[in-house]
């Protein structure tokens, strides 16, 4: 560090290492002190930046032998040592493992040989065969699966063993889940939702944007396997579901569809960091394919960026360096109301009427900006404008196109920025005027509001910059939030010029990489709605994802989902198939013109769930009443309460035959 660092820094941290002593107290008994003579505070901020600092010769060291590459995180080393033959390869791993053991013996540490791992990435099982290499002495053999941060990589990179061992962590948390819930008790389903997606895919999908896409198909359907469970759970559906209506109606996506999602999304990271970042610069080569039947995260995240229509999207580069937490922006003040609460639902005229009461309350002698962003479908081709009112009077506009790919957040946060840039360039005799930005959009300025340190976004920071440089001679800026489309003057311009710049080039815009994310996410989700097969179920879902069932009773919402998705536990002919309902001339079968599969209120056909809901003569009168047609639409039955209606609609009629409950 002496080479490198001031001085006063590394005295600093010199005295910051030495002397360092701590002791243990239980139960009020204090042990004596003890000195540490190693390591770092627990925590500390700098054992990253040192660790850093006193292996880089050990980086410098592996990267001067040939075909080697380095990979470190915190104390975990690898190496990737490559050659023209299996004999070159591991001797370049044994020169390898030979610099490792020299620089733990400079540094006076000490090597576990037991705990190094070997693993030869071939597609002939006979280049694994007798092969060792030796680390400070100790033997080590090749393996056929090796461990690295919680990822089990294979010879072929198939990524079974990884699969299994996601399955085996993955099957007790699917256990858990179903202790929390059954057919007629439990949480409700938008907590069992949270549970799933957080417990249960938190855990399968763990670095899954580096290891899924590698995985074959057959490995990939494992990992289907468990989240149809987790499904089942959240619905209460049979196991003969259909995997299709049965993912749709837990709010879940099949993991084909999150792996092209995960990889989009690392892809769209490393294009966001700087020139030169090693994520970057491995994102952007064209290294040859060695195993034919593998693919990585680069290819799968390309194909998905295609499909979605974002490949040529430039992205933004993300923030590097945050605003200093200590830096003072007390000066910027956020109204996030008008100060009368109203309802979103009051006329126009009444919120106009609280807004110009609210808006008076400001000084009188200021700087007025007003910014409004637009974005078609809340989700592209984003438009900024705004309009720039001096105290003179004087008039100034602002249209800018905010990419292709764009939120409304975020076209809003692109008009502030602008405007903001263009009143630091018409500064001239305005320094003591305030300054007061009115926006629409709640949302964009309750993210700068979290603190000009607490912007996550280079977006974000770059407003908050501004806003420093705006109020550094002691001016005063109110951020105001106004509501939208109730005749304020200077909003309604602000939109015009908002949809106005939609209608730009939007080429050269960049696009931060959340809605990239996002936008690769819905053309996944879309395609594998519309892979839908034809069934009941996509007769009344179309292509959308169907809302969860908030019910009050659990087995109400259990029938809800088993009827739209096909499968009714408590439909004879269901029972009838699985040898639950046995007759004396037919013990089981699948055949719906059976006797046995007749609905036993009408007997006019097998009582499926579509005869239930839709035909079956029982249930006219309440159709009639809950959705206006004795024969209605599929459609309509995307109202999970008309449903829960109609089958106890159904189920009362079956209660004096003793079959309305189970």
Same mark, same amino acid.
Request: glycine share 8%; charged share 25%.
């Given at each position: 560090?002496?080479?490198? /660092?001031?001085?006063? /820094?590394?005295?600093?941290?010199?005295?910051?290492?030495?002397?360092?002593?701590?002791?243990?107290?239980?139960?009020?008994?204090?042990?004596?002190?003890?000195?540490?003579?190693?390591?770092?505070?627990?925590?500390?901020?700098?054992?990253?930046?040192?660790?850093?600092?006193?292996?880089?010769?050990?980086?410098?060291?592996?990267?001067?032998?040939?075909?080697?590459?380095?990979?470190?995180?915190?104390? =975990?080393?690898?190496?990737?040592?490559?050659?023209?033959?299996?004999?070159?390869?591991?001797?370049?791993?044994?020169?390898?493992?030979?610099?490792?053991?020299?620089?733990?013996?400079? @540094?006076? %540490?000490?090597?576990?040989?037991?705990?190094?791992? $070997?693993?030869?990435?071939? !597609?002939?099982?006979?280049?694994?065969?007798?092969?060792?290499?030796?680390?400070?002495?100790?033997?080590?053999?090749?393996?056929?699966?090796?461990?690295?941060?919680?990822?089990?990589? =294979? +010879? !072929?990179?198939?990524?079974?063993?990884?699969?299994a061992r996601v399955r085996k962590k993955t099957k007790p948390r699917i256990a858990q889940l179903r202790k929390m819930t059954g057919r007629s008790w439990g949480l409700r389903e938008p907590q069992l939702r949270v549970v799933a997606n957080g417990y249960i895919r938190g855990a399968l999908e763990y670095a899954a944007a580096a290891w899924l896409p590698a995985a074959s198909e057959s490995h990939v359907e494992l990992l289907e396997i468990e989240m149809r469970a987790a499904a089942r759970v959240i619905t209460g559906c049979p196991v003969s579901t259909p995997r299709d209506p049965l993912l749709a109606e837990?709010?879940?996506?099949?993991?084909?569809?999150?792996?092209?999602?995960?990889?989009?999304?690392?892809?769209?990271?490393?294009?966001?960091?700087?020139?030169?970042?090693?994520?970057?610069?491995?994102?952007?080569?064209?290294?040859?394919?060695?195993?034919?039947?593998?693919?990585?995260?680069?290819?799968?995240?390309?194909?998905?960026?295609?499909?979605?229509?974002?490949?040529?999207?430039?992205?933004?580069? +993300?923030?590097?360096?945050?605003?200093?937490? @200590?830096?003072?922006?007390?000066?910027?003040?956020?109204?996030?109301?008008?100060?009368?609460?109203?309802?979103?639902?009051?006329?126009? =005229?009444?919120?106009?009427? #609280?807004?110009?009461?609210?808006?008076?309350?400001?000084?009188?002698?200021?700087?007025? $900006?007003?910014?409004?962003?637009?974005?078609?479908?809340?989700?592209?081709? &984003? &438009? *900024?404008?705004?309009?720039?009112?001096?105290?003179?009077?004087?008039?100034?506009?602002?249209?800018?196109?905010?990419? +292709?790919?764009? *939120?409304?957040?975020?076209?809003?946060?692109?008009?502030?920025?602008?405007?903001?840039? %263009?009143? /630091?360039?018409?500064?001239?005799?305005?320094?003591?005027?305030?300054?007061?930005?009115?926006?629409? *959009?709640?949302?964009?300025?309750?993210?700068?509001?979290?603190?000009?340190?607490?912007?996550?976004?280079?977006?974000?920071?770059?407003?908050?910059?501004?806003?420093?440089?705006?109020?550094?001679?002691?001016?005063? $800026?109110?951020?105001?939030?106004?509501?939208?489309?109730?005749?304020?003057?200077?909003?309604?311009?602000?939109?015009?010029?908002?949809?106005?710049?939609?209608?730009?080039? !939007?080429?050269? $815009?960049?696009?931060?990489?959340?809605?990239?994310?996002?936008?690769?996410?819905?053309?996944?989700?879309?395609?594998? +709605?519309?892979? @839908?097969?034809?069934?009941?179920?996509?007769?009344?879902? &179309?292509?959308? %994802?169907?809302?969860?069932?908030?019910?009050?009773?659990?087995?109400?919402?259990?029938?809800?989902?088993?009827?739209?998705?096909?499968?009714?536990?408590?439909?004879?002919?269901?029972?009838?198939?699985?040898?639950?309902?046995?007759? #004396?001339?037919?013990?089981?079968?699948?055949?719906?013109?059976?006797?046995?599969?007749?609905?036993?209120?009408?007997?006019?056909?097998?009582?499926?769930?579509?005869?239930?809901?839709?035909?079956?003569?029982? /249930?006219?009168?309440?159709?009639?009443?809950?959705?206006?047609?004795? #024969?209605?639409?599929?459609?309509?039955? #995307?109202?999970?309460?008309?449903?829960?209606?109609?089958?106890?609609?159904?189920?009362?009629?079956?209660?004096?035959?003793?079959?309305?409950?189970?």
């Amino acid at each position: 560090m002496s080479h490198h /660092l001031p001085r006063c /820094l590394v005295t600093w941290i010199h005295h910051f290492l030495r002397d360092r002593r701590a002791c243990a107290e239980v139960n009020g008994s204090r042990s004596r002190n003890r000195p540490f003579r190693a390591g770092l505070p627990q925590g500390s901020v700098l054992a990253p930046t040192l660790f850093t600092l006193w292996s880089a010769d050990l980086v410098a060291a592996l990267k001067r032998i040939p075909g080697t590459s380095v990979f470190l995180y915190a104390d =975990d080393t690898a190496t990737l040592c490559s050659g023209g033959t299996i004999a070159e390869a591991r001797d370049r791993a044994q020169q390898a493992a030979d610099a490792i053991a020299k620089w733990a013996r400079d @540094w006076k %540490m000490r090597l576990a040989g037991s705990k190094t791992q $070997v693993l030869a990435l071939s !597609q002939h099982y006979v280049d694994a065969r007798d092969l060792y290499i030796h680390v400070d002495g100790a033997r080590v053999d090749a393996g056929r699966h090796l461990h690295l941060l919680g990822v089990t990589l =294979d +010879r !072929q990179l198939h990524m079974g063993e990884h699969c299994a061992r996601v399955r085996k962590k993955t099957k007790p948390r699917i256990a858990q889940l179903r202790k929390m819930t059954g057919r007629s008790w439990g949480l409700r389903e938008p907590q069992l939702r949270v549970v799933a997606n957080g417990y249960i895919r938190g855990a399968l999908e763990y670095a899954a944007a580096a290891w899924l896409p590698a995985a074959s198909e057959s490995h990939v359907e494992l990992l289907e396997i468990e989240m149809r469970a987790a499904a089942r759970v959240i619905t209460g559906c049979p196991v003969s579901t259909p995997r299709d209506p049965l993912l749709a109606e837990a709010g879940l996506v099949p993991v084909r569809a999150r792996r092209d999602l995960l990889a989009a999304r690392l892809s769209c990271l490393a294009a966001s960091q700087r020139s030169g970042d090693p994520l970057r610069a491995v994102a952007e080569a064209t290294a040859p394919r060695r195993l034919r039947t593998t693919t990585g995260w680069r290819d799968t995240g390309a194909r998905a960026l295609v499909s979605a229509g974002v490949r040529d999207v430039p992205v933004e580069e +993300r923030l590097h360096v945050t605003i200093p937490p @200590w830096i003072d922006d007390t000066r910027v003040q956020f109204r996030l109301d008008i100060g009368n609460h109203i309802r979103g639902t009051a006329p126009p =005229d009444v919120r106009r009427e #609280r807004a110009e009461e609210h808006l008076a309350t400001l000084p009188d002698d200021a700087v007025w $900006v007003w910014s409004d962003g637009s974005a078609e479908g809340g989700v592209s081709a &984003g &438009g *900024s404008g705004a309009l720039i009112i001096l105290p003179s009077g004087e008039e100034h506009e602002l249209r800018a196109p905010a990419g +292709r790919i764009c *939120s409304s957040t975020r076209a809003e946060l692109v008009a502030i920025r602008g405007a903001l840039e %263009m009143l /630091l360039r018409l500064e001239g005799g305005l320094a003591e005027s305030p300054v007061i930005v009115c926006a629409d *959009s709640q949302a964009a300025l309750a993210t700068l509001a979290s603190g000009a340190g607490s912007q996550a976004t280079a977006l974000g920071a770059a407003v908050w910059r501004l806003l420093l440089a705006l109020t550094d001679g002691g001016r005063r $800026v109110f951020m105001q939030w106004i509501p939208a489309h109730c005749g304020i003057p200077g909003n309604e311009r602000a939109d015009v010029l908002a949809k106005e710049a939609s209608s730009l080039s !939007q080429d050269a $815009v960049p696009t931060d990489v959340r809605s990239m994310v996002k936008a690769v996410g819905r053309s996944a989700t879309k395609a594998w +709605r519309r892979s @839908w097969p034809d069934s009941f179920f996509k007769t009344i879902m &179309g292509d959308r %994802m169907p809302m969860p069932v908030l019910l009050e009773s659990r087995d109400e919402a259990v029938n809800v989902h088993q009827l739209r998705a096909g499968h009714w536990s408590r439909s004879q002919s269901y029972l009838h198939r699985i040898g639950r309902r046995p007759e #004396r001339d037919c013990p089981q079968c699948s055949d719906l013109a059976c006797p046995a599969a007749r609905c036993l209120v009408c007997r006019e056909g097998p009582d499926t769930p579509e005869h239930v809901l839709l035909r079956c003569p029982c /249930l006219a009168g309440a159709r009639l009443r809950l959705l206006g047609n004795i #024969r209605p639409d599929p459609t309509q039955l #995307r109202d999970g309460g008309a449903v829960a209606a109609l089958s106890r609609g159904y189920l009362s009629h079956q209660e004096p035959l003793g079959y309305g409950r189970p």
